[in-house]
């Protein structure tokens, strides 16, 4: 599979083994956050061993941001994969420049370059 994207300078191409690296990291990404859903689900589920009502609040609060943690990345894992599947994966959505190919291989879900999530970053 080779990913080409038109930029308003050049097209670049992620190499096929480089995209199917970064796919299999999606993938992988997409079953441990399941998995870390679904184990958060059963720790905090009424009548279970470890249910809320053994929790303290600090506890109950601290599986409610994991488990949004964990369904954020869920839902950027799935645009990435969508994106492969539609040819745009590797082009920033601001500025449609393709992003660094060491910049997917640390954040493989990243939909903007690193120049245009600072300026997100910083608000700009």
Do not use: W
Not at 1 to 18: I, K
Not at 40 to 59: I, K, Y
């Amino acid at each position: 599979m080779v990913n080409r994207q038109m930029t308003a300078d050049r097209e670049t191409t992620l190499p096929p083994a480089d995209l199917i690296a970064l796919r299999d990291h999606l993938l992988e990404q997409r079953l441990f956050r399941e998995a870390q859903l679904q184990q958060l689900a059963g720790a905090t589920a009424p009548g279970s061993d470890a249910g809320l009502g053994r929790q303290t609040a600090s506890h109950r609060e601290v599986h409610i941001k994991l488990a949004d943690a964990a369904r954020m990345v869920l839902a950027d894992v799935e645009a990435a994969l969508t994106r492969m599947d539609q040819g745009t994966y590797g082009a920033c959505h601001l500025c449609r420049k393709p992003i660094d190919p060491a910049r997917l291989a640390i954040v493989p879900q990243a939909r903007y370059c690193a120049r245009c999530q600072h300026v997100r970053e910083a608000g700009l």
